[in-house]
């Protein structure tokens, strides 16, 4: 039996069919998930008609992720592909999970040349493959349409690998260039890929039988002048970046020292996974308890080949250090999943070299028949553990439940009920976020919302204000406050609250519809038709800012142009009042 399984394995087609239905198929389904409450909504949902205009790929190319904590971000590559998908499927996130899963693919398909090109069997290559290809950990990367960026990163770290090992092999340039030129692209979708040349230089040293000490000189003053420019670039680019608190140095290493507990138990056994892991939730006793298990096997269990296991070990470590130090530098508090993507290809390098006792030896189809139901068992935690990612709700959920001491869950899982007008659930969830940290100025907004929904137009006065307190900018705060002053009638209150909100935020055609309709009340029509207009600049199909500018117009004595506004709103398919039409036509003598 086993040797029919081994003949299939070293069949081409058959290895390259296997990785590609197991790649695709467990994760079909999530072509049909929706978008996510966590980042989706300033990466790709509010500013879905910029992504689907062309011409603002300039703009990808030299502004920082998104504003705030982002703007430590310079990810382009991550945004370009954001604009395919928007484009393509015409802002439906059919598109941009479909990438996702053809991402996981290409990068599943890479690591089997990978592990191929390091000189492993075409059976343990493809068992390590299908290892990476159904691990529980990968689930977020191709999942959550924003954790992508390490499927992305993966593809042009292994591609440039790929061509590194050739270009060592061979001496032939055109595949240093190509190795170059894709640890560029490399760099432009994730800070990590800076590793990629430390990498390439241990396996230079550690493990190429070619060594030429002025070759690799040479190449690295060229990868400096690659890397320093892209520094340089996304220095100038992320110029004011808001600052982050630094903790102490004792506080990091501990912090380093858990994480590393967390990685390595969840590569083993993908227990307590998270959608938004952090330390403050997870109890990292059972984590630290495999890691020092899995390390006194293998020291019982012994090595193969040590360079091959250090140069794995380092793979990993190098890959998963920076993310990680950005994670407790900052105590930031939480460290997703996605970011083991990459660093769990240099677990499996390290883990293909752990010595096989003498007896399970002499029976490689019982080791094979170990590993196939350890993948398989994966497989099946792995389409389970998708579900998590299905939806708002199912998102919501599972925040809360997996990180309840973080203050954004409650938040995301309130919105959710907030949507679907569960405002007394939805103020619960509010106030326990507000409680953990109550230096938010959305939830401040949102729960003055549900007061101002709910007829509690004090306690949201209240909120609003409190949320313009902890950011002067956020300026819809300042347009609820200006509707509140609106329906208690007092419209130069009204006026000016909604003033203010229009400096900060311009490009909101409700914000200039709704001070139109204070200014008719104090019967200011031509500012009332100003701000009519510019609504309609904004949105040419706002029926009700055209038939706004007609009443406007009509009290201005402008009979033409009245007749001309109410005829558009007849055009788009909106209500037409018949009695201003019949007055208009009586001014204009139309019979």
């Known amino acids: 039996m086993y040797q029919i399984i081994r003949k299939y394995f ?7 069919i296997t990785i590609l239905l197991l790649s695709t198929l467990p994760f079909f389904h999530t072509i049909f998930f929706s978008f996510s409450p966590l980042d989706d909504a300033v990466l790709i949902l509010g500013r879905m008609q910029w992504l689907q205009n062309y011409n603002n790929i300039h703009s ?19 945004i370009l592909t954001f604009m395919l998908d928007a484009i393509t499927g015409n802002g439906s996130p ?5 990438s996702n899963v053809c991402y996981h693919v290409i990068s599943s398909l890479l690591v089997f040349e990978v592990l191929k090109k390091l000189n492993l069997s075409r059976v343990v290559s493809l068992l390590g493959t299908l290892f990476f290809v159904l691990h529980p950990v990968n689930i977020s990367a191709i999942s959550w349409i924003p954790g992508r960026n390490d499927t992305l990163l993966t593809i042009f770290i292994l591609a440039s690998f790929l061509q590194w090992i050739k270009f060592v092999n061979s001496g032939d340039n055109k595949y240093l260039l190509l190795h170059l030129l894709l640890y560029l692209i490399a760099l432009l979708t994730k800070e990590n890929a800076i590793v990629l040349p430390v990498i390439s230089t241990i396996y230079y040293y550690l493990i190429s039988p070619r060594h030429s000490k002025s070759q690799i000189i040479k190449i690295l003053i060229i990868w400096s002048f690659i890397t320093i420019s892209w520094l340089i670039t996304r220095s100038a680019i992320l110029s004011n970046p808001q600052s982050i608190d630094v903790q102490s140095f004792s506080q990091i290493i501990l912090d380093l020292m858990i994480i590393f507990c967390l990685s390595v138990g969840k590569l083993i056994f993908p227990l307590n996974q998270a959608i938004a892991p952090n330390l403050l939730d997870i109890n990292p006793v059972y984590h630290i308890l495999i890691t020092i298990t ?9 090595i193969k080949n040590k360079r091959f296991a250090l140069f794995g070990c380092l793979w990993a470590l190098g890959f998963a250090l920076l993310p990680e130090l950005w994670v407790t530098l900052f105590n930031i508090g939480y460290s997703y999943e996605h970011r083991l993507y990459l660093p769990l290809i240099g677990f499996i390098i390290f883990i293909s070299q752990v010595k096989i006792p003498g007896r399970f030896s002499q029976s490689p189809g019982s080791i094979l028949f170990i590993t196939i139901i350890l993948i398989t068992a994966f497989g099946v935690k792995s389409i389970f553990r998708s579900l998590a990612y299905k939806n708002y709700r199912n998102f919501s959920i599972s925040l809360v439940e997996e990180s309840p001491s973080m203050p954004f869950a409650h938040k995301f899982r309130g919105d959710v009920l907030y949507h679907f007008q569960k405002f007394d659930e939805a103020e619960i969830y ?6 953990m940290s109550p230096y938010q100025a959305d939830v401040y907004f949102y729960r003055g919302s549900i007061n101002q929904l709910t007829g509690k137009d004090s306690l949201a006065i209240i909120d609003f204000n409190t949320a313009l307190e902890i950011d002067p900018s956020y300026h819809p705060a300042y347009f609820s406050l200006g509707a509140i002053f609106a329906i208690m009638e007092n419209q130069y209150e009204a006026i000016q ?10 490009t909101d055609p409700k914000y200039f519809f709704e001070r139109g309709n204070q200014y008719m009340k104090t019967k200011e029509y031509d500012l009332a038709a100003a701000d009519f207009t510019e609504s309609i600049l904004l949105d040419p199909t706002f029926t009700a800012a055209y038939h706004n500018r007609s009443v406007c117009k009509y009290a201005l004595g ?4 009245s007749l001309f506004d109410l005829l558009e709103v007849e055009n788009l398919g909106g209500e037409v009042v018949i009695s201003l039409l019949d007055s208009i036509k009586y001014k204009l003598h139309i019979h």
């Open 10 to 16: 070293n069949s081409q087609y058959f290895v390259y």
């Open 60 to 78: 990808i190319l030299t502004e920082p992720l998104y504003a705030g904590i982002g703007n430590y971000y310079y990810r382009p590559i991550l």
């Open 94 to 98: 059919i598109s941009f999970h479909i």
């Open 294 to 302: 899995f390390g006194l096997v293998l020291w019982i269990m012994g």
């Open 430 to 435: 509010y106030n326990r976020s507000l409680e």
């Open 497 to 506: 609250l909604i003033s203010n909100a229009i400096s900060l935020c311009n």
């Open 558 to 561: 402008d009979y033409d142009g």
